[in-house]
């Protein structure tokens, strides 16, 4: 009898496990509780896979073998506690994707913020060096569907806490953790240490023979590190000091030192400006060093490094007024990266679906750069109240077009016009590239 795999979920995460589980011979049923994509679903039935859509129908989940969960399902779902209840075992699709990718290696990469640059970065580096890997996770294909599709020798995988929250045996044999900041603590029981835990999980199963690469100059990482029992060879990165193992800036040299290779370049040669990409370089070039890419090709994939779409996307100039794209920019920590790498007046665009934002956080940056804020979301009433003695221009909008319109009236020649929201996007737009997208139409509009 085969065993049988229900997957809550229908995104690229859930169809993805789908078409991995289906391969491998389980009875695989997936349920989405919204409406599939057309895509998915045509994928679904040429598969022969058994979906529904619009609901969860208890009888047909409740007898699963295991539960794969897309990482957007919370644990206060009613659904959720009943699986608990009856002890079902419940797995992460990364979960799933890693039992079965054969001798495939990771490098996984969490964070509350830079992942996606920096695992990118890493990605490009790799390529650039010959490595027959492929960039998977929060960013194009699932991981399961890219071990099933496409498998390759090393995967460089974004991972968001909810993917790791429901991993066991998952194990990156190099682990990068960013940065911690507040976030998404609605999923958290509004706990920190909750969220700080999760995120520690990627090197929960790592051993003495698999690597650590983490932000010393962070402030949650460094306090703590001791917390948990971490097996793996630490190679940290700091702006503070010098280090034998690991990487660091000083003098505006990059020092990278792995068991391989010593890499050295100007920070003046980065492709990708501000301190926060220094960051996410540097943990890119650790990465890519520990496996053994050559430093002349680490250096030349970090001088060549393209941004990315919705993430300091510059946009267009129009009479002198910069555009830049940050829709990327879901929490204050973001946007407060982004304010501080800005050296010309700034018009704010902020709003959207608030995580339980702390705006006291670029409170300084604010008063310090910004000239105007226009808000863009339903309720705006926390930035107002946050903001009200900081800056004399605050209006509010209700769509991107709105919102161009605004911040280029407000605007001068020499300023930048900056949508970097600190918020999710649902309440008026599909998700951030949807935002990003029509803001970007609406600037070639003006």
């Given at each position: 009898m085969n065993k049988r795999m229900v997957i809550l979920g229908g995104?690229?995460?859930?169809?993805?496990?789908?078409?991995?589980?289906?391969?491998?011979?389980?009875?695989?049923?997936?349920?989405?509780?919204?409406s599939l994509k057309s895509v998915y679903k045509q994928e679904l039935e040429e598969k022969g896979i058994a979906y529904e859509e619009g609901r969860h129908t208890a009888e047909k989940i409740m007898n699963a073998d295991e539960i794969t969960k897309s990482p957007g399902i919370p644990e206060k779902n009613e659904l959720m506690k009943k699986i608990r209840e009856k002890g079902i075992s419940v797995i992460s699709e990364?979960?799933?994707?890693?039992?079965?990718?054969?001798?495939?290696?990771?490098?996984?990469?969490?964070?509350s913020n830079g992942k996606t640059t920096t695992a990118t970065m890493t990605y490009r580096i790799c390529r650039h060096g010959g490595l027959d890997c492929a960039l998977a996770g929060n960013i194009g294909y699932s991981f399961a569907r890219q071990v099933a599709v496409d498998p390759k020798a090393w995967y460089i995988i974004e991972i968001s806490s909810f993917q790791l929250d429901d991993i066991k045996t998952f194990r990156p044999e190099i682990a990068i953790l960013t940065n911690i900041t507040e976030d998404h603590l609605d999923r958290y029981e509004y706990k920190f240490e909750n969220y700080i835990s999760s995120k520690f999980r990627i090197v929960m199963n790592q051993t003495d023979k698999d690597y650590f690469i983490y932000c010393e100059d962070d402030p949650v990482i460094k306090k703590y590190l001791s917390h948990y029992s971490i097996h793996s060879n630490p190679l940290p990165f700091t702006m503070q000091h010098e280090l034998n193992k690991g990487g660091f800036i000083k003098n505006g040299q990059m020092v990278i030192q792995t068991a391989s290779e010593k890499v050295e370049m100007s920070i003046y040669d980065f492709a990708l400006k501000g301190i926060?990409?220094?960051?996410?370089?540097?943990?890119?070039?650790?990465?890519?060093?520990?496996?053994?890419?050559?430093?002349?090709?680490?250096?030349?994939?970090?001088?060549?490094?393209?941004?990315?779409?919705?993430?300091?996307?510059?946009?267009?100039?129009?009479?002198?007024?910069?555009?830049?794209?940050?829709?990327?920019?879901?929490?204050?920590?973001?946007?407060?990266?982004?304010?501080?790498?800005?050296?010309?007046?700034?018009?704010?665009?902020?709003?959207?679906?608030?995580?339980?934002?702390?705006?006291?956080?670029?409170?300084?940056?604010?008063?310090?750069k910004v000239k105007a804020i226009v808000c863009l979301g339903t309720d705006n009433r926390k930035i107002h109240e946050a903001f009200q003695n900081d800056v004399s221009v605050m209006v509010n909008t209700g769509s991107a077009e709105e919102a161009v319109k605004a911040s280029f009236h407000f605007a001068n020649k020499g300023d930048v016009v900056l949508l970097s929201p600190a918020c999710a996007s649902f309440d008026l737009f599909k998700n951030y590239e949807d935002r990003g997208k029509q803001f970007k139409e609406a600037v070639k509009d003006l």
């Open positions: 995104g690229e995460s859930g169809v993805g496990a789908a078409i991995l589980a289906k391969m491998h011979g389980y009875e695989v049923f997936v349920s989405e509780g919204g990364i979960e799933l994707a890693y039992r079965h990718k054969g001798n495939g290696k990771i490098i996984g990469i969490t964070g926060h990409n220094q960051y996410n370089t540097m943990a890119a070039g650790i990465a890519a060093a520990t496996v053994g890419i050559r430093k002349e090709k680490i250096r030349e994939a970090i001088q060549s490094f393209e941004t990315l779409e919705h993430r300091m996307e510059y946009v267009s100039t129009v009479r002198g007024v910069e555009f830049i794209n940050d829709s990327k920019a879901t929490n204050v920590n973001s946007t407060w990266y982004r304010l501080e790498s800005m050296n010309k007046p700034v018009i704010l665009i902020l709003g959207g679906v608030d995580k339980g934002n702390d705006y006291s956080l670029i409170r300084e940056l604010v008063k310090e």
